[in-house]
């Protein structure tokens, strides 16, 4: 059974941090391309973030760009995303995804966490 369970999630407000952390099993991690998606109330769900298994490779969303930071620990097979100065429209659930395609990585992924709320209040 492949599982992503992420944790991290919560109430900030406006300037404030979180560390969202992404454990896996179940699967092979470093065959893995590993991500962040985010997805607001009447929205699509996007990508924010990517990461590829020896983190050689490393794409953020435009919007959090210089804010947000991607990582993974290969040896605890867990994937990070670094949130700083968040802003209200961060807010959102965001799930952690895995794929093995890193051209394809989409909303159509191996795999998907069952997300964290993220809220940042004014």
């Known amino acids: 059974q492949v599982q992503l369970v992420e944790s991290g999630g919560g109430l900030v407000q406006t300037g404030g941090s979180l560390r969202l952390s992404c454990a896996a099993s179940?699967?092979?991690?470093?065959?893995?391309?590993m991500g962040w998606f985010r997805q607001a109330p009447g929205k699509e769900r996007d990508l924010v973030a990517k990461?590829?298994?020896?983190?050689?490779?490393?794409d953020y969303a435009d919007s959090v760009k210089g804010r947000f930071a991607i990582s993974r620990d290969n040896a605890k097979n867990t994937v990070y995303l670094q949130m700083n100065s968040l802003k209200p429209e961060d807010t959102a659930v965001y799930y952690c995804?895995?794929?093995?395609?890193?051209?394809?990585?989409?909303?159509?992924?191996?795999?998907w966490g069952q997300g964290t709320q993220v809220t940042v209040s004014s």
């Open positions: 995804a895995a794929d093995r395609s890193w051209s394809m990585f989409r909303a159509n992924v191996d795999y």
């Open positions: 179940g699967l092979t991690f470093r065959a893995y391309n």
């Open positions: 990461i590829s298994p020896n983190s050689g490779r490393i």
